[in-house]
């Protein structure tokens, strides 16, 4: 019976032994495991990183031209408006006695004001502020539009 009692006490030290060894190898083995799954990872990320830092750039650059584009048309729009308000110097302003008025209203002449060419000079201004600031939200829309599909397409680059 000692004999039994020893062989089995031997046979779970060995057990203990090589349950022991077994999980100090399986624990080497998932560490390693770890470190080159968090390398190859690390590897990918940098890439990416790389990747995305060269999108940037390009992006920053037709983000650029784009606003230097529309800066353009905004300049040119300005200058056609400084020629356009520049010509209203010929117009007659609008009269400031309301009794002129009412009276040119009851004869032929009522349609004075009503034409653009007819128009007095403070009333073309405001029409010509107006057309003007509408054109200015016009390209400052088109810019947003150009921006959003530039990002779009930078974006749909780098998750490729």
Do not use: W
């Amino acid at each position: 019976m000692n004999k039994i009692l020893a062989y089995l006490l031997s046979a779970i030290v060995v057990f203990s032994g090589l349950t022991y060894i077994y999980n100090n190898h399986l624990e080497t083995v998932v560490t390693q495991s770890n470190q080159r799954i968090i390398a190859e990872y690390n590897t990918k990320i940098i890439a990416l990183q790389n990747k995305i830092d060269l999108e940037t750039i390009k992006l920053e650059a037709k983000v650029k031209d784009i606003t230097d584009a529309k800066q353009i048309e905004i300049n040119a729009l300005s200058a056609n408006y400084e020629s356009v308000i520049a010509s209203l110097r010929k117009r007659p302003n609008r009269p400031t006695s309301t009794s002129n008025l009412n009276s040119s209203t009851c004869t032929t002449e009522g349609k004075t004001g009503a034409y653009p060419a007819e128009l007095f000079a403070e009333d073309a201004k405001d029409f010509i502020d107006f057309a003007r600031d509408s054109e200015e939200l016009r390209l400052n829309l088109i810019q947003c539009y150009k921006q959003y599909d530039e990002v779009k397409n930078a974006i749909e680059t780098i998750s490729k």
